[in-house]
């Protein structure tokens, strides 16, 4: 497992280090970054039960006050990826056509 979160965050590492220099790079950035926050946020909420199992309640709702930052985040990334496609509108219809395809 440390494996994994290493790999993620040199990837996380690698996207500060070089931003996206075309409209369709932030799209695609956006697009993952709107994924990984998600899916981190399924992840915290299932940390609550063992969390108050094991640590106790305050801990538990600690894990969950950092799920909603989550969602949150993802709510953002989601509307900065719908401005993105709307201000370039070509992107959006290569993005259509390519989950289409």
């Avoid at 900065?80 to 496609?85: F, P």
């Avoid at 709307?86 to 993005?95: G, T």
Wanted: cysteine-free.
């Amino acid at each position: 497992m440390n494996a994994d979160f290493g790999a993620l965050g040199d990837h996380l590492a690698r996207i500060a280090a070089n931003p996206p220099g075309t409209t369709g790079e932030l799209v695609a950035a956006l697009e993952g970054l709107a994924k990984l926050s998600n899916q981190w946020s399924e992840v915290l909420e299932s940390l609550q039960d063992p969390t108050r199992r094991l640590v106790g309640p305050a801990a538990a709702s600690s894990v969950i006050v950092a799920a909603r930052r989550a969602e949150e985040s993802f709510v953002e990334l989601e509307i900065t990826l719908g401005d993105a496609l709307a201000a370039h509108p070509r992107v959006s219809d290569h993005r259509s056509r390519r989950i289409a395809g």
